[in-house]
């Protein structure tokens, strides 16, 4: 599958800003294994809650403290009981489960992409 070209103006429309994980709870209403994660984007964004299928690779005590990224600017998704507001990064392993996108320095929280 190709990726459709888009402008620049495009992709500054997608706020992505580093997040650090104060909390990771197990969400056993999911459809398939995942957390519900709160998340402090800083003082600008403010902490954020979000649901991510990411029990594969992490446990709840290592992504307490972890950096991250996120789309900050979709609307909000209801999951189930939970309400998710904030869409975390990651991308597939060679067995499809997800692998958290996350600064490789230690870099301030709220902090856009670019």
């Known amino acids: 599958m190709s990726a459709r070209m888009i402008t620049y103006n495009d992709f500054v429309k997608v ?6 994980i104060l909390q990771a709870e ?9 957390y519900k994660l709160t998340i402090d984007f800083g003082s600008e964004i ?30 909000p998704k209801q999951i ?3 309400r998710s507001e904030v869409l975390v990064l990651g991308v597939p392993d060679e067995e499809e489960n997800v692998v958290l996108l996350t600064p ?6 709220g902090g856009r992409m670019y």
């Open 104 to 109: 490789d320095k230690a870099v301030p929280i």
């Open 80 to 82: 189930g009981p939970f």
């Open 26 to 34: 197990d969400f056993p209403q999911a459809r398939k294994p995942a």
């Open 46 to 75: 403010g902490v954020k809650k979000s649901s991510a299928q990411i029990t594969k690779h992490y446990t709840k005590e290592e992504l307490v403290g972890k950096l991250i990224l996120a789309v900050v600017n979709f609307p």
């Open 15 to 20: 706020d992505i800003r580093v997040g650090k």
